[in-house]
């Protein structure tokens, strides 16, 4: 059985099955990448908890790809991609071996990112063939930080890791077709957005943002995190975190920054940034 976060890899023929883990997240990034080399065909499998997104690195294959439903036998060069949302399976044969990178994406982290944005009804785009050398510079710094072992630190994979992510908003989403019953509206977040911004300092309770999205606080809670990717509290923990670093980059003190975005003191706020990002507040700057 397959475990989360693993992709299938089978060889042709008789060849018994290969199965690679994707590497683990760094941080709460939600983003990990894998170098892989195939000969002639492989299928994958993409877990429910990760999307995938393949980008190949030989100069030029003859491929024979299949996302879900769709087929296409095409010639295809450097900075092709491939991508394959949570659930669905893949497989590709090529004319000879072939080097591919895959970086896995958490669902909850894209959907977190398209709520900051305002793009809640944003659905990830099966993709069979097509270029994108903007997102294939941004997975080869993710690769080289990979195996390098992060040396860099936190800070430079959390920053590719965010361009990666804000890539795939910005490219390859769609806004969904199926009916928004059962999901969090635009209407609801905005008004829940702007609520935790203008009461930052403040005790911020469920109740308060289920009421502004006209539900119980018991629905509110599963419809938010099925929506959003996360649940109220770490929404509301994000939009202080964010508001405390824009403060914290403009030369404010940790202490009145903590006081200001609703942390109890600022070794609570230092303890937040080390926990999301991986860094000290003094890596801010």
């Not at 190949?56 to 003859?62: A, D, E, G, I, P």
């Not at 590719?160 to 992510?165: L, M, R, S």
């Amino acid at each position: 059985m397959t475990k989360p976060g693993e992709a299938i890899w089978m060889q042709r023929d008789d060849d018994p099955s290969a199965v690679y883990a994707a590497r683990t997240a760094q941080g709460e990034s939600g983003v990990s990448v894998t170098c892989l080399r195939f000969q002639r065909f492989a299928q994958f499998r993409a877990a429910p908890t990760q999307h995938l997104v393949f980008m190949q690195l030989s100069r030029r294959l003859r491929l024979d790809c299949r996302v879900a439903g769709g087929r296409l036998r095409h010639e295809q060069v450097t900075a092709g991609i491939a991508i394959v949302p949570a659930g669905v399976d893949a497989s590709v044969g090529s004319n000879t071996t072939a080097d591919v990178m895959v970086v896995a994406v958490k669902p909850g982290r894209l959907a977190l990112a398209a709520a900051d944005d305002l793009a809640v009804e944003a659905q990830l785009r099966e993709r069979i063939s097509g270029n994108d050398r903007t997102l294939l510079e941004i997975a080869r710094r993710l690769a080289a930080e990979t195996a390098t072992g992060g040396v860099s630190g936190l800070r430079l994979w959390n920053d590719a890791a965010n361009d990666f992510i804000n890539r795939l908003l910005e490219a390859h989403t769609r806004v969904g077709d199926a009916s928004p019953r059962g999901r969090l509206g635009l209407d609801a977040l905005r008004r829940i957005k702007d609520y935790v911004h203008a009461n930052l300092a403040e005790p911020i309770e469920v109740n308060d943002l289920a009421s502004l999205a006209g539900r119980s606080p018991f629905h509110f809670t599963r419809i938010f995190a099925r929506s959003i990717g996360v649940t109220p509290y770490r929404y509301v923990v994000h939009l202080r975190l964010q508001a405390a670093i824009d403060r914290i980059k403009s030369g404010m003190s940790l202490a009145q920054v903590a006081a200001d975005t609703g942390f109890s003191d600022q070794s609570h706020l230092s303890r937040w940034i080390r926990r999301v990002h991986g860094i000290a507040p003094s890596e801010l700057a």
